[in-house]
Nanobody, 122 residues
Framework: QVQLVDSGGGLVQAGGSLRLSCVAS????????MGWFRQAPGKVREFVAA????????YYTDSVKGRFTISRDNAKNTVYLQMNSLKPEDTAVYYC???????????????WGQGTQVTVSS
């Protein structure tokens, strides 16, 4: 069993930056892929980024490429999402996800964080 705790969200102006963190407990996550998804009001939850268990492969949805960076520190059981050049359309609740699968890990796994709100003002 894996427990995930997201943090780092907040209110930021357009063009600003935030770094989200996801700390895992209950079991080491060093051997599983990890990802971030987000859900805006009135919309379905969507894939944002994913990273392989080794950190050697990363994937992003097109709208965040070049602005967001996913990384992990397996020694700390932590996954990060660095978000730069934020836009109002990035406003959503962001969820850490454990064991995403499929092509480019776009399908969510069974482990979820509680979510952290990111609000970008124009």
């Amino acid at each position: 069993q894996v427990q995930l705790v997201d943090s780092g969200g907040g209110l930021v102006q357009a063009g600003g930056s935030l770094r989200l963190s996801c700390v895992a407990s209950g079991r080491t996550v060093s051997s599983i892929n990890m990802g971030w998804f987000r859900q805006a009001p009135g919309k379905v939850r969507e894939f944002v980024a994913a990273i392989s268990w080794s950190g050697g492969d990363t994937y992003y949805t097109d709208s965040v490429k070049g602005r967001f960076t996913i990384s992990r520190d397996n020694a700390k059981n932590t996954v990060y999402l660095q978000m730069n050049s934020l836009k109002p359309e990035d406003t959503a609740v962001y969820y850490c996800n454990g064991a995403p699968y499929g092509l480019r890990f776009r399908n969510p796994g069974v482990y979820w964080g509680q979510g952290t709100q990111v609000t970008v003002s124009s």
